[in-house]
């Protein structure tokens, strides 16, 4: 490994407030080059708060932040940090939709301008997209609002790596693999590692604990504002890293209570609109469904048309009952971002509050406060702004929405992006107790270990169902298998 023995990045006693919230509680961390932090805790741990300070959209309430040896603290901004090496992939996505991708790369480097910058642009991005997602299928000039998530973070990641003039000498991935399935996941973490290797330096931040055991050479572990731990990834294992994060939620081992096929009432019967073969995807009353396979292949694509099946006729679906989206694009997709958090959490129920004419306000502060204890929303006042949750704080109120509403059918696009170990073990297993219940859940998650809580798997693949698995079938080696199989 290429590492040098100074300090790239030195974090001292770094505090932030905003207004009586405390984000930050002095916190100090070192960064050397040629090494990778992986950096965790759970949702409001301060972890993005901390990045957005060392990129430069933040400033330090108190302490001190110093960059290759300059004190940087009073003058830190995002144009400051670029000329200083320092990249950030935000868990928010920040390129801009109506333009391509060649466009959002001209707009972090301005030195590509004049005659024949979009070709430059054209060829840096697609060098860059080359070099981490090997066999990728983005063109530099497709506007980046018809891509799917997963490739607007493919872009997104290629693009803070991208070299003009300025050098790239850390690069903060905040939850990089959230939209990505696993192939796209190992191309990330194995270009990490090479970038690392060659003296380069990179704040890993995710909740798949697995990425940073396996990836960061050091982990430093965040609790309410404040380094908790800082060690050598070596000396964690999955459980001690838990435990450093204070979690209180066990491992669960989901595959202990698969139940047997359902005989139940069939609650959606939908086809692909590509599918020839007359496979259906069927889901009946109380059944965990998982969709999966490589990101894009039509996951998302059916889960919208079965929402779209539950209130207009579609072809091919068939939906009984009502029901809600738990979206994994909350930005685009979930979220209202003028509006408080206990209105975004409450915003599906309200024909279920109404006294008289008028809705019941102190119905709405109860469910609000209630989904705020039960799935445990970080945030003192559920009447403070949406946006000033973190991106995994935001994903529980996208839930507490959709479970706190009648419907009897519960679709989720990928829900767990950025959501922290110990909350994801809560709402695992309010799933559980809600399918028991009756409700019926559709599940696209990238992440296999979540397929281990569906009754049945369908694989997708270019578009229609390649595979139906159903309890012990359920493995990884299955799912990829069906994945990559090519018709005979």
């Given at each position: 490994m290429n590492q040098s023995t100074g300090s790239f990045i030195r974090l001292d006693g770094v505090e932030?407030?905003?207004?009586?919230?405390?984000a930050l509680a002095g916190v100090s961390i070192d960064i050397t080059?040629?090494?990778?932090?992986?950096?965790?805790?759970?949702?409001?741990?301060?972890?993005?708060t901390l990045m957005n300070?060392?990129?430069?959209?933040?400033?330090?309430?108190?302490?001190?932040?110093?960059?290759?040896g300059t004190d940087v603290t009073a003058s830190s901004g995002?144009?400051?940090?670029n000329r200083l090496?320092?990249?950030?992939?935000?868990?928010?996505?920040?390129?801009?939709?109506?333009?391509?991708?060649?466009?959002?790369?001209?707009?972090?480097?301005?030195?590509?301008?004049?005659?024949?910058?979009?070709?430059?642009?054209?060829?840096?991005?697609?060098q860059s997209l080359d070099k981490i997602f090997p066999?990728?299928?983005?063109?530099?000039?497709?506007?980046?609002?018809?891509?799917?998530?997963?490739?607007?973070?493919?872009?997104?990641?290629?693009?803070?790596?991208?070299?003009?003039?300025?050098?790239?000498?850390?690069v903060i991935l905040d939850e990089p693999t959230s939209s990505l399935d696993g192939i796209l996941a190992n191309q990330l973490l194995l270009f990490v590692r090479s970038f690392v290797a060659g003296g380069g330096s990179v704040v890993l931040i995710s909740h798949l604990l697995h990425e940073i055991l396996t990836t960061a050479d050091n982990i430093v572990v965040m609790r309410d504002g404040r380094v908790v731990t800082n060690w050598p990834a070596s000396e964690f294992s999955r459980d001690t890293l838990v435990e450093s994060m204070g979690s209180v939620a066990e491992r669960h081992?989901?595959?202990?209570?698969?139940?047997?096929?359902?005989?139940?009432?069939?609650?959606?019967?939908?086809?692909?609109?590509?599918?020839?073969?007359?496979?259906?995807?069927?889901?009946?009353?109380?059944?965990?469904?998982?969709?999966a396979g490589l990101g894009g292949h039509g996951q998302t694509e059916m889960l919208v048309r079965i929402f779209q099946g539950s209130r207009s006729a579609v072809r091919q679906i068939e939906v009984k009952g009502q029901t809600a989206m738990v979206a994994g694009d909350r930005q685009t997709d979930g979220v209202f971002p003028l509006w408080s958090i206990g209105d975004n959490a409450t915003i599906a129920s309200l024909k279920n509050m109404v006294r008289g004419l008028l809705i019941d306000p102190k119905a709405e502060v109860a469910m609000a406060e209630n989904w705020k204890s039960r799935i445990g929303i970080r945030t003192p006042d559920m009447n403070n702004p949406i946006l000033s949750l973190s991106g995994g704080n935001q994903q529980k109120v996208l839930f507490a929405r959709a479970l706190g509403s009648d419907a009897d059918i519960i679709l989720m696009d990928d829900p767990m992006r950025g959501v922290d170990v110990g909350t994801k073990q809560e709402v695992y297993a309010i799933i559980r107790n809600e399918a028991a219940g009756g409700r019926t859940f559709l599940w696209y998650t990238t992440e296999m270990d979540e397929l281990q809580h569906c009754d049945r798997v369908y694989v997708f693949r270019n578009g229609v169902i390649a595979a139906e698995l159903v309890g012990d079938q359920v493995t990884e080696e299955r799912v990829l298998h069906s994945s990559f199989e090519t018709a005979a």
């Amino acid at each position: 490994m290429n590492q040098s023995t100074g300090s790239f990045i030195r974090l001292d006693g770094v505090e932030k407030s905003f207004g009586a919230v405390r984000a930050l509680a002095g916190v100090s961390i070192d960064i050397t080059p040629g090494t990778c932090l992986g950096l965790v805790g759970h949702n409001g741990a301060g972890k993005s708060t901390l990045m957005n300070i060392l990129a430069g959209t933040l400033r330090a309430s108190a302490g001190r932040v110093e960059i290759a040896g300059t004190d940087v603290t009073a003058s830190s901004g995002v144009a400051s940090a670029n000329r200083l090496g320092i990249r950030c992939v935000f868990q928010e996505l920040s390129l801009c939709p109506n333009l391509s991708v060649a466009e959002n790369a001209r707009i972090m480097h301005p030195s590509l301008h004049g005659f024949g910058w979009r070709r430059r642009a054209s060829n840096l991005i697609r060098q860059s997209l080359d070099k981490i997602f090997p066999g990728h299928d983005i063109q530099p000039d497709q506007i980046v609002g018809d891509l799917s998530i997963a490739r607007r973070q493919m872009v997104e990641i290629a693009r803070a790596f991208t070299e003009t003039e300025l050098p790239v000498r850390l690069v903060i991935l905040d939850e990089p693999t959230s939209s990505l399935d696993g192939i796209l996941a190992n191309q990330l973490l194995l270009f990490v590692r090479s970038f690392v290797a060659g003296g380069g330096s990179v704040v890993l931040i995710s909740h798949l604990l697995h990425e940073i055991l396996t990836t960061a050479d050091n982990i430093v572990v965040m609790r309410d504002g404040r380094v908790v731990t800082n060690w050598p990834a070596s000396e964690f294992s999955r459980d001690t890293l838990v435990e450093s994060m204070g979690s209180v939620a066990e491992r669960h081992d989901a595959r202990s209570e698969r139940r047997a096929v359902s005989t139940a009432e069939v609650n959606v019967s939908a086809v692909p609109q590509r599918q020839t073969d007359g496979t259906t995807l069927v889901a009946r009353r109380g059944e965990i469904v998982g969709l999966a396979g490589l990101g894009g292949h039509g996951q998302t694509e059916m889960l919208v048309r079965i929402f779209q099946g539950s209130r207009s006729a579609v072809r091919q679906i068939e939906v009984k009952g009502q029901t809600a989206m738990v979206a994994g694009d909350r930005q685009t997709d979930g979220v209202f971002p003028l509006w408080s958090i206990g209105d975004n959490a409450t915003i599906a129920s309200l024909k279920n509050m109404v006294r008289g004419l008028l809705i019941d306000p102190k119905a709405e502060v109860a469910m609000a406060e209630n989904w705020k204890s039960r799935i445990g929303i970080r945030t003192p006042d559920m009447n403070n702004p949406i946006l000033s949750l973190s991106g995994g704080n935001q994903q529980k109120v996208l839930f507490a929405r959709a479970l706190g509403s009648d419907a009897d059918i519960i679709l989720m696009d990928d829900p767990m992006r950025g959501v922290d170990v110990g909350t994801k073990q809560e709402v695992y297993a309010i799933i559980r107790n809600e399918a028991a219940g009756g409700r019926t859940f559709l599940w696209y998650t990238t992440e296999m270990d979540e397929l281990q809580h569906c009754d049945r798997v369908y694989v997708f693949r270019n578009g229609v169902i390649a595979a139906e698995l159903v309890g012990d079938q359920v493995t990884e080696e299955r799912v990829l298998h069906s994945s990559f199989e090519t018709a005979a």
